[in-house]
């Protein structure tokens, strides 16, 4: 009764709500009803085509259930009223469900070798396959590892004629492999194969640095004779037969699986010239796309990147649109995209978990772009550059907003993806997000057109997992000013200092952010990131890269355990590098020019200043030790009376408001591992020593076992991991405790070192190391260690 009270206490504030018209539509509603509260209509279709007909702000509320869509639903022009708003969402205090999955009904028999089979009525194409909401793999080869590095399992022989031989027909299948660097990925469907084993292919048009594949990292699904594992699938198309490994006690008579059919949910389709106006999608489920890796990919100008354009929900043509408090997963795709024009318009207050490829992307037109060129080699010479600042149109994405969104789990199928993506568009605002668990950045500028973003306030960590030379936040900036060729570029600079600055017209803004990538820079802008101010960061273990570009102000950051990294610098860069604490030396590679300023810094240690000094900067730069309030607890924040605030300047800034900001998100976002501050000075006390590629050191203080979790003073603390050049990367991570190295225990660094002598490292090795609060066995496969 209690229940049924508040019920209606819901509906009659809802029905009561002033100058409003409601519509309702329920799954069991029927389209000849009238849309009311006790008539629903059946289909979202319907009461968006009542909806044009009223006057005033509208309200279409969906009441709990699933609503199963058999094409996108299409905002358009005819949706929009001036001034008023159109909102479609759940009824309070209940979930609707939109999905572009539709259910198989199936009849199993068994097949062999603990394989079932059944008929597909009526036949259709099927992508990917879901049992009970969980998405379940393609057979493939090798068998899905969840502790895989990349793809969650590759192998060298994934496609070896020895074994696509063994193959009958591979038609139809697929082959993923990661960039010969790890820049990323490629697809490409099989079509077949010829006598001596070798496949034939189509694809690899997703990455647009095409410098080849990568020999050990590569895995194939969808193909029949690999089904060999619980929980892996095979359709075989031209006879509609599904073929599935039941997973242990897998009861199939109980299983509901379902098939994603569409690639969109919901597009908002206008123009600059007829925009979709004033339309809000609030508290939605939006779940079970098809993944589009294999559908046409178009370049991001000279990136590295080229991209789907195309998401779950799709802004096209919008101003002040919005998707907000909503829950997005089990995604093929990417989740929401803004394509070309679209302004003030916002997705906050969502949940994005288990995204096939990017979860919010902004892409402009490339025709608004002036002198363009796709490719890293390419450029146009300059003396036919187009030398207007800006962009030549309004097609594209500006005052945007993505704020308050708890992103992870994504790139299921893609890895050259990210949390957030902008290319060519302009004052993005990217602010209070949680973005962790990615194989590639989480925060991505694929170049400078056209700036003025805001980065603000994010938590992101636990990123450029699956992929190499790339930080938790990332950037490009080869604009129409830039050329591959060294000598053109530093001539032109010289010659024209503001070339750098005609895409890039606004500066770009990261502040307040908590950056951690134990597998790459935490902040790394890459070849010809321009126009940048970057203030009031915390980075937690990578630091901060520049590479060459212009006009970068770096000041007042926390680099923990790390350094700055400056790569490559042009003559007349005029970048200034500030009251900044570091605390290892800097690791310039290539760097014979300066900038304008790289002073008044606070070094942590003698070691780095001295080096700092060798090269004519620093010289108002101090050493002074570096104590952190609280670092257990993520408070990284200096004393009052530390000389860095009263010699140098350094201002401490809030390290609470990193984030999610609302209590649902709030509750389940995760938060990164804090780490224990080291200093290099101590080396002769301490033992910090380089082994492999990891700095090293006996777990010997209170605060490395806090830090770690463990409860004695026992083994080998990582103190970090060169993410470039260390052959474990892949598989140790900073914070980790080594505890055994092949069968000898680890005790302390001595110990290591002698079994690090008695081991062969040409046959697989077993390492133990305490992670996450337990002990945890890595397998390194032989000749990773040469």
Request: hydrophobic share 35%.
């Amino acid at each position: 009764m209690k229940k049924l009270i508040t019920g209606l206490c819901l509906l009659m504030q809802v029905v009561n709500l002033p100058a409003q018209t409601q519509y309702f539509v329920a799954p069991d509603g029927n389209d000849a009803n009238n849309g009311g509260s006790d008539a629903p209509f059946q289909s979202i279709e319907k009461a968006q085509q009542e909806a044009r007909k009223a006057n005033g702000e509208i309200t279409i509320y969906l009441r709990e259930g699933t609503y199963r869509l058999s094409q996108p639903l299409i905002f358009t022009p005819a949706d929009s009223r001036d001034g008023k708003q159109l909102t479609l969402r759940s009824y309070p205090g209940e979930q609707a469900t939109l999905t572009g999955g539709v259910r198989l009904n199936l009849s199993w028999k068994p097949y062999k070798k603990g394989i079932m089979m059944a008929a597909v009525a009526p036949a259709m194409p099927i992508d990917m396959l879901l049992a009970n909401g969980s998405i379940r793999h393609m057979a493939r080869y090798p068998n899905f590892d969840s502790t895989a590095v990349r793809f969650n399992g590759t192998a060298a022989d994934a496609t070896s004629p020895k074994r696509v031989k063994k193959w009958k027909n591979p038609e139809g299948g697929y082959l993923h492999a990661m960039h010969l660097h790890d820049w990323g990925d490629f697809h490409y469907r099989i079509t077949g194969k010829d006598k001596a084993g070798n496949l034939t292919l189509e694809g690899g048009w997703q990455n647009n640095r095409r410098s080849g594949l990568h020999e050990e990292n590569r895995m194939v699904e969808n193909i029949f004779e690999e089904l060999d594992a619980p929980g892996e699938w095979y359709y075989d198309a031209p006879s509609s037969m599904l073929y599935y490994y039941p997973m242990p006690g897998e009861d199939l008579a109980n299983v509901q699986f379902e098939v994603p059919r569409l690639k969109h949910l919901i597009e908002l389709r206008g123009t600059e010239q007829q925009p979709v106006r004033h339309v809000t999608m609030k508290d939605l489920e939006l779940t079970q796309t098809m993944r589009t890796f294999m559908d046409k990919y178009e370049p991001l100008l000279r990136s590295d990147w080229t991209v789907y354009r195309g998401g779950a929900v799709v802004f096209e043509g919008t101003e002040d649109c919005s998707l907000t408090g909503s829950y997005l997963h089990n995604l093929g795709g990417n989740a929401v995209f803004y394509s070309n024009y679209n302004r003030n318009s916002t997705v906050s207050g969502s949940h994005f978990t288990r995204i096939g490829a990017s979860a919010v992307c902004f892409v402009g037109d490339t025709d608004a772009v002036r002198s363009p060129s796709f490719e890293y080699n390419e450029s146009v010479p300059a003396d036919k550059l187009d030398r207007i600042p800006g962009p030549k149109s309004n097609n594209y994405p500006a005052h945007c907003l993505v704020y308050d969104n708890l992103i992870h789990s994504i790139g299921l199928f893609e890895k050259q993806i990210t949390g957030v993506e902008l290319s060519m568009c302009q004052y993005i605002t990217v602010s209070h997000n949680s973005i962790y668990d990615t194989p590639r950045a989480g925060i991505n500028i694929s170049e400078g057109t056209w700036g003025g973003h805001i980065i603000e306030y994010n938590d992101v960590f636990d990123t450029v997992k699956e992929t190499g030379d790339h930080g938790s936040f990332n950037s490009w900036g080869r604009d129409r000013f830039w050329y591959s060729n060294r000598q053109v570029m530093d001539s032109l600079a010289l010659a024209e200092p503001a070339l750098p600055l005609l895409d890039v017209i606004a500066p770009i803004t990261l502040r307040n952010n908590r950056f951690r990538c134990d597998r790459g820079w935490d902040i790394d802008l890459d070849d010809g990131s321009t126009n940048y101010h970057i203030y009031n960061n915390l980075c937690l273990n990578g630091g901060i890269k520049l590479r060459e570009g212009f006009y970068r102000v770096v000041e007042n950051n926390i680099m923990v355990n790390n350094s700055f990294h400056p790569h490559v610098w042009f003559k007349n860069s005029g970048d200034v590098f500030t009251r900044n604490i570091v605390m290892t030396p800097y690791r310039p590679i290539l760097v014979a020019h300066w900038g304008i300023e790289i002073d008044y810094n606070i070094f942590a240690d003698s070691i780095g200043y001295q080096d700092a000094r060798k090269n004519k900067t620093d010289e108002h730069s101090i050493v002074c030790p570096v104590t952190f309030r609280n670092p257990a607890e993520g408070d990284y924040r200096v004393e009052d009376n530390s000389k860095a605030i009263s010699q140098c300047g350094f201002k401490n800034f809030d390290m609470d408001g990193f984030g999610v900001v609302s209590p649902r998100l709030k509750a389940i976002a995760k938060t990164p591992d804090y780490p224990q501050p080291i200093t290099q000075e101590g080396a002769a006390e301490s033992d910090i020593i380089s082994w492999q590629g990891l700095c090293i050191k006996n777990l010997e203080t209170l605060g490395e076992r806090s830090a770690t979790g463990m409860d004695s003073e026992r083994g080998v603390y990582v103190v970090s991991v060169d993410a470039l050049g260390s052959p474990l990367r892949d598989f140790i991570q900073p914070n980790d405790v080594i505890l055994s190295l092949g069968e000898a225990v680890v005790n302390n660094l001595e110990d290591l070192q002698k079994a690090d002598q008695q081991i062969d490292w040409g046959a697989s090795q077993k390492i133990v190391v305490f992670r996450t609060q337990k002990e945890n066995t890595l397998m390194i496969p032989g000749n990773t260690i040469k």
